[in-house]
C-alpha cells in the first residue's frame, strides 16, 4: 500500500511539472520571485563558488538550464528530473549548444540510479519541498563524496500570509508539496554533519505590488536592509518565505 502511494505521488508530481513544462506562458507565480531577489543571488554565489571544477548533481534539474549555466565552470554536470518532458527540452538545448559536460536523465529523486559518492557536490531549487524528506536527503548523502557539499533554495511553511495565498491557489502546486517546516531540520541534521541557514523574503512582500513601477527595486531594497535584522531574530527568521540550505556531508 505505501509503495503504491508514493507512485501516485511521483506520478502526480510527473504530470504536474510536464504540464507545466509544456506551457507557452510562464507561471504568474514565477513573477513573485521580484521579492526574493536577495535569496537568489545568495544562491547562485554559493552555487557557483562550491561547484568550480567538481563533479556535480542538479537534482531536480527541470529544463537544464542551471545545469547549463554552470557548464563553463564545473568539471561535470548530472542533471535528473522527474519531467521526460524537461528532460527532452534539456538535452535538446545542450545538443543545440554543443555543451558536452552535461547529461541529463528522467529519474527518481527519492531512489537514484548513480553509485554511492559520486558528486562533490548537489544542488537544486524548489525540489527537497515536493519530496519524501527522509527518503531524498537519504539519496543525496549516499551520492555526496565525503566533505560533499548539498545547496538548495527551498520555501518555508510557517509564514500565515503566504500560508493563506497558497490555500487561495491551489491550482498553482502540487497537492503533495509541503514547504519547509523547522521541524523538518531535525531530518536534515540525522543525514549531514553540519548545515547553514539563510533566511529571506520578510519585508521585501511589501515590494510586490511595485514590482513592475520604477521605485519597485528600491521599495525592495529596504525590505532587503529591514530583513537583515529581523530574520537575525530566533522565532521570526521562520517566518521568512525561502530559506538558503548549505548541507556539509
Known amino acids: 500500500m505505501m509503495q503504491n502511494q508514493s507512485d501516485d505521488r511521483l506520478a502526480r ?3 504536474f511539472h510536464n504540464d507545466r513544462f509544456g506551457a507557452v506562458e510562464a507561471r504568474k507565480e514565477d513573477t513573485f520571485y521580484f521579492a526574493a531577489e536577495a535569496a537568489v543571488v545568495a544562491y547562485w554565489k ?7 571544477g567538481k563533479d556535480v548533481l542538479e537534482y531536480g534539474c527541470s529544463n537544464g ?10 568539471k561535470h554536470i548530472s542533471g535528473i ?10 538535452k535538446a538545448e545542450a545538443a543545440r549548444r554543443s555543451i558536452s559536460n552535461v547529461s541529463f536523465s528522467v529519474g527518481n529523486a527519492e531512489k537514484m540510479d548513480f553509485p554511492p559518492a559520486s558528486f562533490d557536490v548537489v544542488f537544486g531549487s524548489g525540489i527537497l519541498h515536493h519530496l519524501n524528506l527522509e527518503e531524498a536527503l537519504t539519496e543525496i548523502r549516499r551520492v555526496l563524496r565525503p566533505s560533499g557539499r548539498a545547496i538548495f533554495f527551498e520555501p518555508l511553511g510557517h509564514n500565515p500570509a503566504i ?5 487561495r491557489t491551489p491550482e498553482a502546486r502540487t497537492v503533495d508539496e509541503h514547504p519547509l ?13 553540519r548545515y547553514d541557514l539563510q533566511f529571506f523574503g ?8 511595485f514590482r513592475t513601477l520604477a521605485a519597485g527595486r528600491a521599495i525592495r531594497a529596504v525590505g532587503e536592509r529591514v530583513d537583515n535584522l ?8 521562520w517566518q521568512a518565505w525561502i530559506v538558503v540550505m548549505v548541507l556539509e556531508a
Open 81 to 90: 528530473d522527474i519531467s521526460d518532458v524537461a528532460i527532452a527540452q534539456a
Open 46 to 52: 554559493l552555487v557557483r563558488q562550491t561547484t568550480a
Open 230 to 237: 529581523l530574520l537575525k531574530i530566533p522565532g521570526l527568521k
Open 13 to 15: 508530481e510527473r504530470d
Open 181 to 193: 517546516l523547522k521541524s523538518d531540520f531535525s531530518i536534515v541534521g540525522q543525514h549531514f554533519s
Open 65 to 74: 538550464q542551471s545545469s547549463m549555466r554552470l557548464a563553463p565552470s564545473a
Open 163 to 167: 500560508n493563506l495565498y497558497r490555500r
Open 202 to 209: 520578510l519585508s521585501t512582500l511589501a515590494s510586490l505590488p
